[in-house]
């Protein structure tokens, strides 16, 4: 089976400019999470979908980033205008309800470099 | 204060040696907690979680939790070179929302 898909991999772009991130779950998952890795501050929750709502968005550092998650098998997050403090590695992770709750399925994650 | 602390290391063991790597949390609600292995370049992959106080074992690998403590371990018996990683130390209070340390780099060496 597919595990988590992202893309882009990685994405170098310069400050001022929109960023899009995708995330496909795996399927039959009906949790989805955004969260962000940095060396200064780990591995952070930005926001997690159930069913497609947002259940939390209250991680999303600020207005410039959003998220949708317009199905069950894909989810986007938006970053407009894009600083160089948003440099990081973003993974979506997925799970099914039901289960243990902490057994995430991450995707490989999109490193952004914002110069 | 971050929710859940560790000490970022690295931590070096030699091969063959116990590694330990703790983790404490300061959300006296979290009732549940993880652990996470994270080789440099890729993403976190659950090894390990525990729910009840005491020791719970998988194969090599050893959690243990203090809740009167806020403590959390995970011990790694006969270490070996693959276990080189970052180790991820999570909690959650029994919602949806999982809180991860900043992780311990561990190095096995040779």
């Known amino acids: 089976d597919a595990g988590v898909i992202q893309s882009p991999r990685h994405e170098v772009t310069e400050m001022g400019q929109e960023v899009t991130l995708r995330c496909k779950p795996i399927?039959?998952?009906?949790?989805l999470f955004w969260y962000r890795q940095t060396m200064m501050r780990g591995l952070e929750l930005l926001i997690y979908?159930?069913?497609?709502?947002?259940?939390?968005d209250s991680g999303m550092p600020e207005d410039r980033f959003s998220a949708k998650m317009p199905n069950a098998s894909f989810s986007t997050l938006k970053i407009q205008p894009s600083e160089p403090r948003d440099s990081a590695v973003y993974f979506c992770?997925?799970?099914?309800?039901?289960?243990?709750?902490?057994?995430?399925?991450f995707g490989e994650g999109s490193r952004l470099t914002v110069l | 204060q971050k929710e859940v602390e560790q000490n970022s290391g690295p931590l070096s063991v030699p091969e063959g040696a116990i590694a330990s790597l703790n983790c404490t949390y300061s959300?006296?609600?979290?009732?549940?907690f993880f652990w996470y292995r994270q080789y440099s370049g890729k993403s976190p992959e659950l090894i390990m979680f525990?729910?009840?106080?005491g020791d719970k074992e998988d194969g090599r690998f050893t959690a243990q939790l203090n809740k009167a403590s806020q403590y959390v371990s995970l011990l790694i018996r006969d270490s070996q070179p693959s276990d080189s990683a970052t180790y991820l130390c999570?909690?959650?209070?029994?919602?949806?929302?999982?809180?991860f340390g900043t992780g311990t780099q561990l190095k096995v060496e040779l």
């Open positions: 399927s039959g998952h009906d949790y």
């Open positions: 979908f159930n069913n497609n709502v947002p259940i939390d």
């Open positions: 525990i729910y009840s106080n």
């Open positions: 992770a997925s799970r099914l309800s039901g289960v243990n709750t902490g057994e995430l399925f």
């Open positions: 959300d006296r609600g979290s009732q549940s």
């Open positions: 999570a909690a959650t209070g029994g919602g949806n929302k999982l809180t």
